[in-house]
Structure formats: C-alpha cells, structure tokens
C-alpha cells in the first residue's frame, strides 16, 4: 500500500465550476500536508499548506484537513482556465511524500 | 531571496550516452538538496538526497547516481543511459532541519529523452 494515494484523474469541468481533489494517506505521523500545482513542463510550485485539521482559505483554494480520517482536500471555487494543471498533494514524515497527481483541465 | 535553477530543460541523448544534469540554490547557505524524477501518470520519484557536501542518500538503485561537490550544487549523472531512464527530472530544495515544515521548492525541470 502506498503512503500517498491520489486519484489521478484525468478531472475535466467547465469554466466557474468547483474542483474538488483529494489524497489519502496511510502514516499516522504525518503532520504537515501541503498542496503544489504543476503546469506542463514546469516543477510543482506550493499552492497551499496546512498543519492542523479544519480548513484554510486562499482566495478561491481551500485546503481542508481530517486528521482523523487521513483525509486531504483540495476546492478551487470558480475555476479558471488558467486552474488546469496537475495538483499534487504532499505530506511530511522525515521527508516529504508526494501523490501521484492528478490533471485537471478547466473548459472555457 | 532564494532562487534554483536546472539546466538543460530538454535533452535527447543515445542509449549508452552519458549524462550530467546540474542544478544549483542561490541565496541560502546549507540547503538540503533532492533530485526527483517524474514518469507520466506516476507521481515523483525520489530518486537521491544530500544534506551536505559529500553526503548523497540513495532511494533506490538505478543507473544513476548524484554529487553535491559545493553547498549549492547538485548534480546527476549516469556513465551509460538506458531506454527506461527517459523522463522529467526535477531538482528541488529545503531549508536544513526545516524541511518537515516548509515543503521542498523545485527547479523548473529537465525533460530526458533517451533514443
């Protein structure tokens, strides 16, 4: 069983519709979790970070946390062209550990 | 403020060619330094880490291997390239003892094709 699983998609919606994604995660340990975007032939560039459980807000991305259950979120409100990308999903132990991606295309 | 740079962004090399990948950190001293590698619809591979001049931890065995011969620089390399080494290389960084907290940043990547 991976650390780290993250349905790859590929996820395609229509301009202004909400992104949901999401990891699961077996390693108790793990306290910090963290989101990056890829663009094509880019690295990933962090998006957004989060410790605790709950939800954390930037702009139209919310991060969302469920320690409990080893659940991960990420929604991107009003979706934007410019939104498709891969989403990564990551979360620390000794290291940082890292979900497979999944792509999202947004239609205009 | 801290910038990383990867080159060359693209490569097309022979089978049985060799390889050398470098990446460099500027405007932190002491970084942690990784070398990931990204096969389409699999996620990142940690493919090596460095927590200091000299220091190289490997993830898995491979036709690779990596050295970090200043504090900022890390480079990858390979005495003969295999088909199943094409892929998109990433080189990443973290603050020493502050990785668990802040994430690794990424280079902009290498595209290797292997022909």
């Known amino acids: 069983q991976k650390e780290v699983e993250q349905d790859p998609g590929p996820l395609s919606v229509p301009e202004g519709a909400i992104v949901s994604l999401n990891c699961t995660y077996s390693n108790s340990a793990f306290q910090y979790f963290m989101w990056y975007r890829q663009y094509s032939r880019k690295g990933p560039e962090l998006l957004m970070y989060?410790?605790?459980?709950g939800n954390k807000e930037d702009g139209r991305f919310t991060a969302q946390v469920d320690k409990s259950s080893k659940y991960i979120s990420l929604f991107i409100r009003d979706s934007q062209p410019s939104d498709s990308a891969t989403y990564l999903c990551?979360?620390?132990?000794?290291?940082?550990?890292f979900g497979a991606g999944t792509t999202v295309t947004v239609r205009a | 403020s801290q910038t990383i740079h990867q080159w060359p962004a693209t490569l097309v090399q022979p089978v049985g060619s060799p390889l050398s990948l470098e990446c460099t950190v500027e405007g932190t001293s002491n970084p942690n330094l990784y070398w990931y590698r990204q096969a389409a619809g699999r996620g990142l591979q940690l493919l090596f880490y460095?927590?200091?001049?000299?220091?190289i931890s490997s993830e898995v065995p491979q036709n690779l291997s990596a050295s970090r011969p200043q504090d900022r620089q890390f480079i990858l390399s390979s005495k003969k390239l295999l088909l199943s080494d094409s892929g998109f290389y990433l080189c990443a960084w973290s603050p020493l003892r502050e990785t668990t907290t802040y994430g690794y940043t990424f280079g902009s990547g290498t595209r290797l094709t292997v022909v």
């Open positions: 989060t410790y605790s459980s």
């Open positions: 460095s927590v200091g001049i000299g220091q």
């Open positions: 990551a979360m620390t132990g000794y290291k940082l550990s």
